[in-house]
């Protein structure tokens, strides 16, 4: 079975940062997508950043440029590096996986979720 456990939410003021963390274990094998999504009050989940199973990372326009994210593929974990946060990113992050490639920003793309880390923004 497919575990993901986010980790390293909080709460910032704006212009400040944080590092998520996602522990993924299980029957996955090597090749696999592994990506960040947010979900605010009354929104939609979007794609915050994803690995798409083949190297590549696609990062949503929003966050392009203050996001990044690296995988340590040793120990199954996916980090998201998150600078010059804003209120707007302000939303509940989960960590999602899939088996099958390519991947995308898109929430269909994925069947495995994780709880999901609080992250709370201050202007």
């Known amino acids: 079975q497919v575990q993901l456990v986010e980790s390293g939410g909080g709460s910032v003021q704006s212009g400040g940062s944080l590092r998520l963390s996602c522990a993924a274990s299980g029957p996955f094998g090597s090749s696999y997508c592994i990506g960040w999504f947010r979900q605010a009050p009354g929104k939609e989940r979007e794609g915050v950043a994803v690995f798409d199973g083949y190297g590549e990372i696609n990062f949503a326009d929003s966050v392009n440029g203050r996001f990044t994210s690296s995988r340590d593929n040793v120990n199954n974990t996916m980090y998201l590096q998150m600078n010059s946060l804003k209120p707007e990113d302000t939303a509940m992050y989960y960590c999602?996986?899939?088996?099958?490639?390519?991947?995308?920003?898109?929430?269909?793309?994925?069947?495995?979720w994780g709880q999901g880390t609080q992250v709370t923004v201050s202007s």
């Open positions: 999602a996986l899939d088996i099958f490639r390519p991947c995308g920003l898109r929430s269909g793309d994925f069947h495995y």
